[in-house]
């Protein structure tokens, strides 16, 4: 009986330790957790007898070992815990069949619709690296670190783990145990963070590249050139400010996505906002003859951050300066549904429809070579996507070849119960 509240005991701290680890997103200690509930079924079930030594242990004894019924809080607990787990368990006998599993392991073999105990583990899946590592384990040899994919119901990476379950005693071997570990969201973020430094790496190494030319062509001799030294230095101020902006973008998308940017949003008055704006773009628009036009009515009225709006709306009005014709138009409007909608449309070239899915990414832009051209860092539009969302809205993009591009901003109204100008003006009018 003290061996079941052993049992009990490890397998109910491995638990908790896992359900913590989950919590916080620590993937690292999630993995040791497992481990220790896994730890916890072998020694419980060593303890308490369960598993017993012999010099011919078959397939049938280990199923009424593994199948005994057990009586009270412990069957009870060792059910949920194992089918609750976000890892899967899989457990096989010496003749590679499964005796054993959890759901998440019946999950991760979608294509089998009933109960996959007492099937072969090649009926399950033909994957070499899943039955290499539960063969290696019928050997005596624990694997880990198995990296396997499966493209059942989408692609998805796990972390195999596999050891041999041993027979008390002499140590025969009955089977293997493995746990399951989905690390698909982990591969997922690798493979943003490198493409995010190979990005970052790119945009920063053009301007450098300029400004170690200049400086060298400037230092051996043509500081003293009247006609190109000034242009030269130009330049180097030109590639210096896009490295700045660059840099500066970095830093608030990092900011933004790790939660450390904080919205404020109150009741604002939006024409007189979005006319600071128009004011500040009207130089590089007048340069190219573009109108911008406010066509906001003088109540309308949102409820956003003012600092994080003027953020969004800027750098749509300075991507559609940028992207539009010579002698084109900008309009701001302002439409109230079930939600506000800010819109800026421009009389530009338009963007392809294979474009669009990705154009709030970080880093992505239709003309590269353009786009670079005009000072564009990539960032912009992620900027106002995250910003957007940390509003409780979204921002959408619509465009047509030829014609132009309108980008959307969604806001939801003010809750109900906010201390705003709109809420109290709605009282006062009643």
Same mark, same amino acid.
């Given at each position: 009986?003290?061996?079941r509240?052993?049992f009990i005991?490890v397998?109910?701290?491995a638990v ?8 916080f ?14 730890g ?11 598993? /017993? ?7 049938? #004894?280990l199923l ?9 809080f412990s ?10 787990? #976000?890892?899967? /368990?899989?457990?096989?006998?010496a @003749? ?18 009933d ?13 070499? +690296?899943?039955?290499? +590592? ?17 493209? @059942? ?5 796990? =972390? ?17 145990? *493995? %746990? ?19 990005? %970052?790496?790119?945009?920063?190494? $053009?301007p ?11 230092e051996?001799?043509?500081?003293? =050139? ?14 210096? +400010? ?18 450390? %940017?904080? /919205? ?8 007189s906002?979005?006319?600071?704006? /128009? ?6 628009a007048?340069?190219r003859k ?7 009515? *003088?109540?309308a ?8 709006l003027?953020?969004?709306? $800027?750098?749509?009005? =300075?991507?559609?300066?940028k ?12 439409e ?5 909608r800010?819109v800026v449309?421009?009389t ?19 003309? #590269? ?12 539009? +992620?900027?106002v996507?995250?910003?957007?969302r ?13 014609e132009?591009?309108q ?19 709605? $009282?006062?009018?009643?």
């Amino acid at each position: 009986m003290g061996s079941r509240f052993l049992f009990i005991a490890v397998l109910g701290l491995a638990v908790v330790f896992t359900i913590v680890a989950v919590g916080f997103g620590f993937p690292n200690l999630v993995i040791a957790s497992g481990l220790g509930v896994l730890g916890g079924i072998i020694i419980g079930l060593a303890l308490s007898g369960r598993w /017993v030594g012999g010099k011919s242990v078959n397939k049938g #004894r280990l199923l009424r070992e593994l199948n005994r019924p057990v009586t009270g809080f412990s069957h009870k607990l060792l059910d949920i815990a194992i089918n609750e787990m #976000r890892e899967g /368990v899989l457990v096989i006998d010496a @003749e590679m069949r499964v005796v054993a599993s959890n759901r998440a392991a019946r999950r991760v073999f979608s294509s089998v619709h009933d109960q996959i105990d007492s099937q072969r583990l090649t009926e399950l899946t033909r994957n070499p +690296a899943i039955y290499d +590592a539960f063969l290696d384990a019928l050997h005596g040899k624990e694997r880990g670190g198995v990296k396997v994919e499966t493209y @059942e119901s989408g692609r998805r990476i796990f =972390d195999l783990r596999v050891v041999p379950l041993r027979a008390t005693g002499r140590g025969e071997i009955l089977g293997a145990v *493995a %746990v399951l570990f989905d690390i698909t969201r982990l591969e997922r973020l690798e493979i943003v963070r490198q493409e995010f430094l190979s990005n %970052v790496s790119h945009e920063l190494r $053009t301007p450098l590249t300029s400004i170690m030319a200049l400086a060298e062509t400037l230092e051996t001799g043509a500081i003293n =050139d009247q006609n190109n030294n000034r242009r030269f230095l130009s330049i180097i101020q030109k590639n210096a +400010a896009r490295m700045q902006h660059l840099i500066d973008d970095i830093l608030e998308l990092s900011a933004i996505e790790a939660g450390n %940017v904080r /919205v404020n949003p109150e009741t604002i008055q939006l024409r007189s906002l979005v006319e600071e704006i /128009v004011t500040t773009s009207s130089s590089p628009a007048a340069v190219r003859k573009i109108a911008i036009q406010n066509r906001i009515e *003088a109540n309308a009225k949102v409820f956003a951050d003012p600092h994080r709006l003027i953020q969004m709306l $800027t750098n749509l009005i =300075d991507n559609a300066i940028k992207f539009n014709r010579d002698g084109g138009t900008i309009s701001i409007t302002f439409e109230r549904g079930d939600r506000d909608r800010i819109v800026v449309a421009d009389t530009g070239e338009g963007i392809p429809s294979q474009h669009l899915d990705r154009l709030f990414e970080r880093f992505y832009r239709v003309d #590269r070579a353009r786009s670079r051209e005009l000072g564009g860092t990539g960032l912009g539009l +992620a900027i106002v996507k995250h910003l957007a969302r940390a509003h409780g809205g979204e921002v959408t993009v619509a465009s047509q070849l030829g014609e132009g591009t309108q980008f959307t901003i969604e806001l939801p109204h003010a809750a109900v119960g906010e201390p705003s100008e709109l809420v109290v003006a709605a $009282t006062s009018a009643k």
